[in-house]
């Protein structure tokens, strides 16, 4: 989910319940905050409080929320647990502190002992469920490797996996599952959702669900549901929103640029989410850029919602 921003760059607090409104009606089924299309690594973790607490007001409990509470020091990633414990999150997920090490230009390397000892003391300081964020490279290991590792990683239940190694992925649900601890897994790379779903997905978390949320509930249920043919047209209309998002906010360029984008189109629906913080864009978001957006957008011969 996107966290929104006022004028003058705060946490929009106010405008929270109205996204979570509409994206209830569009029929998702659970939240993630905090990440990295919700700007968390850009925001203190006073303003992840703000954000986190809004969500969980909004929702009321009538789906689940999951909270991406690390990329920070320890000490501050325990802080934002608690937290979340406190005002209602169902799931606390996190990633390593060098995972954004390429948002800064900066070259990270895996350590997975290291990545280990960070989980298992971010996970002992509640017992909300626990789901590490393996977000790219951020975790170079194999299934065996990786489950050997966090075996004993307390609440450990699921993972967000957002790499497009769908090899990886279907190897730790299928060894977790036969080891009798069957995990939570969902898949984080959008254009690939269906790939992870015959791969084994419970689901999918991912940053173009902001601004087609109808659109990805749809091609949830047509995956459930065993529609292939369905689902395998919704994959490629959806695509088509996302290779539009990528060319026009220069996603191949450093940076989460696809967030000023997404921000820009739920700014035309009337959400007033402001604009993308600069520590999250490799360069400013044009007019031009997003008039190329917009117009692309309104071009399709299908309803993006």
């Known amino acids: 989910m996107i966290t929104p921003f006022t004028a003058d760059g705060k946490v929009a607090v106010d405008a929270v319940a109205p996204m979570v409104e509409h994206f209830l009606a569009a029929g998702v089924n659970g939240l993630y905050l905090c990440g990295s299309t919700g700007s968390g690594i850009a925001m203190t973790v006073e ?4 954000m986190t607490k809004a969500v969980c007001d909004a929702v009321g ?4 929320v999951i909270s991406m509470v690390g990329a920070c020091p320890i000490e501050d990633a325990c802080e934002l647990a608690k937290h979340c414990k406190e005002v209602g999150v169902s799931v606390i997920s996190a ?11 900066e070259k990270h390397d895996p350590n997975l ?12 300081a509640t017992d909300l469920p626990f789901w590490p964020y393996w977000l790219g490279g951020s975790l170079a290991a194999s299934a065996e490797e990786f489950l050997e590792a966090v075996k004993d990683v307390p609440n450990f239940h ?3 996996y957002t790499t497009p190694d769908m090899f990886t992925f ?3 649900k299928y060894l977790s599952e036969a080891d009798g601890k069957p995990l939570n897994l969902l898949t984080g790379c959008d254009e690939m959702y269906i790939c992870g779903n015959v791969m084994g997905a ?3 978390i991912g940053s173009t669900y902001n601004v087609m949320p109808k659109l990805f509930t749809q091609l949830y249920a047509a995956c459930k549901s065993g529609d292939y043919a369905a689902a395998k047209k919704l994959q490629i209309n959806i695509n088509r929103v996302i290779a539009l998002l990528i060319d026009t906010c220069n996603c191949r360029a450093r940076g989460t640029n696809i967030v000023a984008g997404i921000m820009a189109v739920l700014r035309t629906r009337g959400f007033a989410v402001g604009v993308a913080r600069e520590a999250v864009l490799s360069q400013p978001f044009s007019a031009e850029q997003e008039k190329a957006l917009l117009d692309g957008i309104a071009a399709m011969d299908f309803a993006v919602e």
């Open 158 to 160: 699921g993972m967000k």
């Open 113 to 124: 002992d290291e990545a280990v000892a960070y989980f298992t003391t971010l996970a002992q």
């Open 202 to 204: 419970d689901g999918g």
């Open 95 to 105: 990633t390593v502190p060098g995972a954004y090490a390429w948002l800064r230009g």
């Open 170 to 172: 279907q190897q730790i």
């Open 47 to 50: 303003e992840r409080k703000q």
């Open 61 to 64: 409990g009538k789906i689940p």
